[in-house]
């Protein structure tokens, strides 16, 4: 615990390396306090079918999900998750890759969660 749950389209640049990008979102969020690094779990899901806005609005997407336990204050969340979207945004800018990136912060039940690191 926490999960950083990325999911994106499949059409991104070939120079975007998505072990880079996950390396970076992990390490962004280790830097919060109340975050444990050897708990962070990071992973990533491409989407082969979406839909993007329209023609106004770039092609591609970046979707991510941070997955905390409750007990979190609302501008320790918005921290969290502003830096997740900042560390993504670098990587989609360096790729030149401009593509929309969302971030939401969801709450787990604490009493039904279960978790071990064995």
């Known amino acids: 615990m ?3 749950v990325v999911k994106y389209s499949d059409n991104a640049p070939e120079n ?3 072990s880079n990008v996950l390396a970076d979102l992990h390490a962004a969020l280790a830097e919060h306090e ?4 050897s708990q962070i779990k990071t992973y990533a ?7 993007v806005g329209d023609d106004t609005r770039p092609e591609g997407m970046i979707h991510i999900q941070l997955r ?3 007990g979190r204050s609302d501008e320790l969340r918005t921290a969290m998750g502003q830096s997740l979207h900042d560390a993504a945004r ?3 800018n360096a790729a030149n890759w ?4 969302s971030v939401e ?3 787990l039940h604490n009493e039904t969660y279960c978790s071990s690191y064995e």
């Open 2 to 4: 926490p999960h950083i």
């Open 16 to 18: 975007l390396n998505w």
């Open 34 to 37: 109340t975050i444990t690094l």
């Open 45 to 51: 899901h491409p989407l082969n079918t979406y839909i």
């Open 68 to 70: 905390l336990l409750r």
């Open 90 to 92: 670098a990587q989609t």
């Open 98 to 101: 401009p593509c929309a990136i």
């Open 105 to 107: 912060t969801v709450e």
